[in-house]
């Protein structure tokens, strides 16, 4: 299994703008037969983002479908990402891990 992680650092002032665009990135991997959640750090250190989406994969190949298609049409999440965009700090940290799972005994 993957996970896919998108951190996002926003102003306090457009962290619940943030949050919505983020749960309908959660509602649309839901969607999608995925399992996405939103983390939102209670404590961080000087230059972590404030917020992030986590997605997992059976696939690697599912986060390009997912980013394609991840809030509707093709066009819908274009408008999505530009919109969301203009409200982040920086651009989002996209971090893709591999989950390594204990062997069965």
């Known amino acids: 299994m993957y996970l896919a992680r998108f951190s996002y ?8 703008r943030a949050i919505d665009f983020i749960q309908r990135d959660v509602k649309a991997a839901h969607g999608e037969g995925l399992k996405g959640r939103l983390l939102v750090r209670l404590t961080r ?13 059976a696939r690697l190949d599912q986060l390009d479908q997912s980013r394609e298609h991840g809030v509707g049409t093709g066009q819908e999440t274009g408008n999505w990402m530009r919109a969301f965009s203009e409200i982040l700090v920086a651009p989002p940290v996209v971090e893709i891990l591999w989950v390594a799972e204990a062997a069965a005994e």
């Open 45 to 57: 250190h000087n230059g972590s983002a404030a917020l992030q989406f986590e997605l997992e994969l």
């Open 9 to 16: 650092d926003v102003l306090p002032v457009n962290r619940q």
